[in-house]
């Protein structure tokens, strides 16, 4: 649910710009001068905020952006995407390559690469973790992304014990080759290798998952060095790294942060070197108080509000009901006035900037009537009960537009609405992954990879790991197979818009608002962060100045 700014993609020539640098506001009002000023430190430690993340700290293990974000540090992958141009990079990949019809992937490394405990990366690194991670009884929580892989049945059955520990599609050639036999025809299959839940692992990992969980050896920018839970994460420069994004500073340190407005503070103070979001309480002045160290940009990410769909609640509601719910949501005053303009309201279930994005594609839905808001909901058959919670996650600056969402469902239909807070974002993980969930919850979602399939069927297919809600519609499932059958990238991305007709039609979340990144650094940063598509600085790039 991660990868950047200002997506564009280019007719016939399949290019998205990836990265770009963010922009703030005037000079740096602050004693200490601009972000220009000084030089940079290559051994410089860089201190990023960052909440626990939900598990161990193993790839597959990771649906979530704050595990993913020290992931992304520790390991590389096969691909990536280049900034600027959105095009596939090869990273520990020298090539992967389809077969005529996309149904078999083989892939060729570079060789050299060594793990942080010099270990080789080869051929048989992928495919281990590959089939460790699909496993049903190694419990990883993004395993469904090997569904398409041929096997995936044979250890991850949907009932009983796996019957094989590997997936007959996965071949070792040699040290440096392997090929992906799919069940069928994906023309994107490469755009999703470069997820974190594709990357390598060493051979220790396998005799202790949970030693190595709490203390990863990747092959990445950065290696691991501790890990004070709720606290601290620490990662620093690996000095043999072979790829082409090594690091520009020293390390990073994560630091915990339990409200937004505490890391906002250690921001200003020059504690904390970026902050993930600035807190709503603040927005109205940030740029003010930062001058040129402000931030903001473009993100492709987008918030909804998703339906926990095993409740007795929604389990056989009428679309009615739903739609009336989102169309008592007042999207426009809100971003503008309660968000100060840090969001933009959504009208499609796609973030923009992605392949295959609608403007508009949500349709009558996500506009704002509270007067066919209130019939539908009477049409429908009413709420049960009359009365709505959405859960959210209390360390970041959520409770105030929720508030305003009830606020203005309450105002528009006569549907009490309340907010159900969880003290951190891996307690609220936790309640949607043990179906906890007592009504609706917020669910914000980034790019994985920059094709509309990401914000459909990862989101909304039956089996889909980010399904946590347990939506289902027969329809859409077919229709998302058909579009992952299609020859071409641009069959199967028109095949994706057919299903988001479905989705407008039956809600299975309603679309809130696409996100900006509103963020800040401190004067220790050398020059402007820059930013990918998923809204996380790009850490390798990031220059931290000589003290």
């Given amino acids: 649910m991660r990868g950047a700014k200002s997506a564009k993609w280019v007719a016939g020539a399949i290019v998205v710009a990836m990265a770009a640098t963010a922009c703030g506001g005037g000079n740096d009002s602050g004693a200490g001068g601009g972000i220009n000023d000084g030089k940079p430190d290559p051994k410089g430690i860089l201190v990023a905020q960052l909440s626990e993340p939900q598990h161990p700290l193993q790839p597959a293990n990771a649906k979530e952006s704050q595990g993913s974000r020290v992931l992304r540090t520790i390991f590389s992958g096969l691909v990536d995407y280049q900034p600027g141009t959105g095009k596939l990079e090869y990273i520990n990949a020298e090539s992967v390559t389809p077969n005529k019809d996309s149904s078999v992937w083989t892939v ?115 290696k691991f060095v501790s890990w004070d839970h709720k606290k601290l994460i620490k990662v620093r420069k690996y000095d043999d790294y072979k790829g082409s994004n090594k690091a520009k500073n020293g390390g990073i340190d994560f630091k915990n942060y339990t409200t937004a407005e505490a890391a906002y503070s250690d921001l200003r103070s020059d504690q904390l070197d970026w902050i993930e979001q600035i807190p709503t309480t603040s927005l109205a002045n940030y ?62 279930f796609v973030a923009k900037d992605v392949l295959g994005y609608q403007d508009g594609a949500c349709g009558e839905a996500c506009t704002f009537d509270p007067k066919k808001a209130k019939a539908l909901i009477k049409e429908g058959g009413g709420v049960p009960t009359n009365k709505i919670s959405i859960q959210f996650n209390a360390d970041q600056p959520h409770k105030i537009w929720v508030d305003a969402v009830c606020n203005s469902i309450r105002n528009a239909t ?32 980034t790019l994985d990879y920059p094709v509309n399939s990401n914000f459909m069927r990862d989101l909304y297919g039956t089996t889909a790991a980010g399904n946590t809600g347990d939506y289902s519609n027969k329809k859409f499932d077919k229709l998302s197979s058909e579009a992952d059958k299609a020859a071409t990238l641009d069959e199967t991305v028109k095949k994706y818009q057919e299903a988001e007709k479905l989705l407008a039609a039956d809600l299975p979340a309603i679309p809130l608002w696409y996100y900006k990144v509103d963020s800040g650094q401190s004067k220790n940063v050398f020059g402007k962060i820059p930013f990918a598509q998923d809204g996380d600085p790009i850490f390798t790039d990031v220059q931290v100045k000589q003290k």
């Fill in 414 to 445: 006569g549907v009490e609405c309340v907010g159900d807070s969880k003290p951190d974002f891996q307690s609220d993980l936790n309640a949607r992954d043990n179906k906890q969930v007592k009504s609706l919850y917020r669910s914000g979602w």
């Fill in 108 to 222: 060729k490394l570079k060789p050299g690469w060594k793990f942080h405990n010099g270990e080789p990366v080869t051929a048989k690194s992928y495919v281990d973790s590959w089939n460790w991670s699909a496993n049903v009884e190694n419990g990883q929580t993004n395993s469904s992304w090997f569904q398409d892989i041929k096997g995936y049945e044979d250890v991850h059955p949907e009932k009983g014990k796996p019957t094989s520990e590997k997936m007959s599609g996965l071949k070792v050639v040699n040290d440096n080759e392997f090929t992906i036999s799919l069940k069928d025809s994906i023309s994107y299959f490469a755009y999703k290798l470069g997820y974190d839940v594709w990357a390598p692992l060493p051979s220790g990992f396998f005799k202790d998952p949970k030693g190595y969980g709490e203390k990863p050896v990747g092959n990445g920018p950065y």
């Fill in 287 to 348: 740029k003010q108080d930062l001058g040129e160290r402000a931030i903001n940009t473009d993100q492709s990410s987008i918030q909804t509000l998703a339906f926990a769909f095993y409740t007795k609640q929604w389990k056989d509601i009428d679309p009615k009901v739903k739609q009336g719910l989102s169309m008592a949501i007042d999207r426009d005053t809100i971003t503008k006035k309660t968000l100060n303009g840090s969001r933009v309201p959504a009208t499609s």
